[in-house]
């Protein structure tokens, strides 16, 4: 009977584990429409579980907005060409994604268009 539980107990641990790495790899987006913004990077954060770049984005009313834009892993990333010099403060590029389905400015990144025209892809090439 000690070995069931022993047993149970393991099968539990490894349920919550992968139930918990699934949850952590869902970007809560909106796969509706892919969403583009142009800005200027204020911050690249090189870092797992997603690196992160802010863009400071002017609307068309002039006004000036915040946007979280970030991609895979660091080492899926690597697997696309990108370093953490890729993009640098001050960098003016566009991104195109999914918003989160809330309606925050963060952006699940499929692609970015660096200020030469050289697109960068963050999921498969």
């Keep these: 009977m000690k070995a069931f539980g022993i047993l149970a107990l393991v099968v539990f641990a490894l349920v ?3 139930s918990q790495l699934s949850a952590h790899h869902s970007w ?12 200027t990077v ?6 797992n579980p997603h690196p992160m770049i ?14 979280q834009v970030g991609g895979p892993a ?3 990333m690597e697997a696309n060409g990108w370093t953490k010099t890729t993009v640098k403060r ?7 994604g999914y918003q989160f389905s809330d309606g925050q400015k963060i952006i699940r990144l499929e692609r970015i268009i660096m200020a030469d025209g050289k697109e960068m892809r963050l999921y498969g090439r």
Excluded: H, M
């Excluded at 809560?28 to 800005?39: A, E, Q």
């Design 54 to 67: 802010t863009l400071e984005v002017q609307t068309p009313s002039g006004q000036t907005e915040k946007w």
């Design 90 to 96: 001050g960098d003016v590029i566009t991104g195109t």
């Design 74 to 76: 660091i080492n899926r």
């Design 28 to 39: 809560p987006v909106s796969n509706d429409k892919l969403v583009t913004v142009k800005g």
């Design 42 to 47: 204020v911050d690249f954060t090189w870092a």
């Design 16 to 18: 919550s584990s992968v």
